[in-house]
């Protein structure tokens, strides 16, 4: 869905946490790593926290790993525990105060925090928390943890606080948590957002995703599960395990699924990759449409599409899969365009067609999902202009109809194209010669989970949690598809 000038999507990716706990080397390498394979979830800032066994050590910088990490910030960061983050900000707004891990030193002790996903009673809470006395340095969050579970440190040991935090925050989050040299996983009783360990030669490490878990050249032992905290116990050579909440259903978010995560991630028990083109082919089924050529927006829609061609190509053996987009890699986040007008040429700049592939044919154009709809709009005018007889659009997921409020900044429910259109009116808004999604149902069965497990919010309105602040008409048609 590359939908925004500064990112190929309309949604923004929201923070990867990484915790490690090695038996006797320091972790910030490892850690830095860990996050350059987390990156894709988050660029504004990118930090780590250590504990050497007397003290913490924490290094914080706006920009990606490579720019906001040096040299000099490994050397000092030193101990056997640590933890790292790579931001993109939820909320709280955009400045350093807010980058993560957040670190401080409380009457109990060290804390560090790093948080994946977004609570929905934060104003409550930190009221609650002033009235207390508690002072804060930031807006964001995750620092409303950090004071609450600070507080319960207080007067209980690690375990119970953390379950009695458990019980005031409410929203989702994955969090990697380091408390003096202790690091722990901990994971909201929905597991919205997702969180796995891993197993390394010296020790073990929790991450977003399992790709960074490979980068360390770690063996992914499973997911966190849902209300469940992990504390890493790398000379014990495990990790203890404590299903602190346990809530009848889960609900997953399926987007990481859909966009957010890397293909070659394991999430809740599935490969990414695969669940995408096991997407795609139920996209051919529930939709397929005769096409002279199959091709991805890259590089959102590339393992749909492949799934899509290769179900298509089971029934139609000359139907072709071809890269008819050229991705330009260097216009990235930063590339500026003052005027509207350069704004709309961003597209042309950033892919570019294949003019052999497209020009007298029927094209059909696969994506992960549209959320603003004006990326679409575009391609589908670059392939006419390239010579495209027909163009067919075919997207992953279902219609993205209301905004998430679970650390997904995918944009204001006004802002969304389906949000108050049927699929024929955006069929007609992208001028394409057909568009199809995908059922929710197909989703579900991709992930071999029933819908009730996931959080499709986004699609239905229907959220998980009670949401503070919601903006107004909760309830959004079901989609008609
Ligand atoms: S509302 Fe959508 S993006 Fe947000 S957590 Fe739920 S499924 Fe994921």
Redesign the pocket.
């Known amino acids: 869905m590359p939908d925004r000038a500064e990112s190929p999507t309309g ?1 923004t990716e929201k923070c990867g946490v990484v915790g490690v706990s090695l038996a006797d080397r320091d972790v910030a390498r490892p850690i830095y790593y860990a996050m350059y394979a987390l990156q894709h979830r988050g660029q504004e800032s990118a930090g780590i926290a250590t504990h050497d066994g007397f003290q913490q050590h924490s290094h914080v910088e706006r920009g990606l790993v490579g720019d906001a990490i040096d040299e000099a910030a490994l050397e000092d960061l030193r101990g056997a525990a640590g933890i790292g983050h790579v931001r993109y900000p939820t909320s709280g707004g955009l400045n350093t105060c807010c980058a993560q891990p957040f670190a401080v030193s409380f009457k109990s002790g060290s804390l560090g925090l790093a948080h994946n996903g977004n609570l929905v009673n934060t104003d409550e809470l930190r009221t609650e928390l002033e009235a207390a006395g508690h002072a804060f340095t930031s807006d964001g969050d995750t620092e409303v943890i950090a004071h609450e579970l600070a507080r319960n440190l207080l007067d209980a040991d690690l375990v119970r606080a953390v379950k009695r935090t458990m019980s005031r925050v409410h929203g ?1 989050y994955s969090l990697a948590i380091m408390h003096d040299e202790t690091v722990l996983g901990l994971r909201d009783p929905l597991g ?1 957002r997702p969180l796995c360990i891993g197993k390394l030669d010296d020790g073990y490490v929790v991450a977003s995703e399992s790709a960074a878990i490979d980068a360390l050249d770690g063996k992914l032992v499973r997911d966190v599960r849902p209300g469940e905290l992990v504390v890493l116990d790398p000379e014990g050579g495990g990790f203890d395990s404590y299903r602190l909440v346990e809530e009848p259903k889960p ?1 997953h ?4 699924h859909v966009y957010f995560a890397r293909p070659d991630s394991v999430i809740d028990g599935s490969l990414v990759y695969e669940v995408r083109r096991a997407l795609g082919r139920a996209l051919w089924q529930e939709s397929g449409v005769p096409a002279d050529v199959v091709m991805p927006v890259p590089d959102s829609g590339r393992a749909f599409a492949s799934g899509y061609a290769e179900a298509a190509g089971e029934e139609d053996a000359d139907v072709e899969f071809a890269e008819g987009l050229m991705k330009n890699r260097y216009v990235g986040r930063t590339f500026i365009m003052p005027t509207q007008d350069e704004r709309e040429r961003a597209v042309r700049l950033k892919l570019n067609p294949i003019r052999s592939t497209v020009e007298g044919r029927r094209v059909t154009l696969v994506d992960d999902s549209v959320v603003r709809g004006t990326t679409s709009t575009q391609l589908v005018e670059l392939l006419r202009d390239a010579g495209a007889d027909e163009v067919h659009v075919r997207i992953g997921a279902p219609p993205i109809r ?1 905004p ?5 900044d ?1 944009a204001s429910r006004d802002e969304l194209i389906a949000a108050d259109r049927s699929v024929e009116e955006v069929r007609e808004e992208i001028s394409a010669d057909s568009l199809a999604y995908l059922s929710l149902d197909a989703v579900a069965d991709a992930l071999d989970a029933g819908e009730s497990s ?6 239905t309105g229907e ?2 949690y009670d949401i503070e602040d919601e903006e107004t008409d909760r309830e959004v048609a079901r989609p008609e598809i």
């Open positions: 949604a989702s919205n609900a978010c399926f987007f990481e209301a998430c409020y679970m650390g997904i995918m996931l959080c499709t919010g986004c699609v959220y998980p």
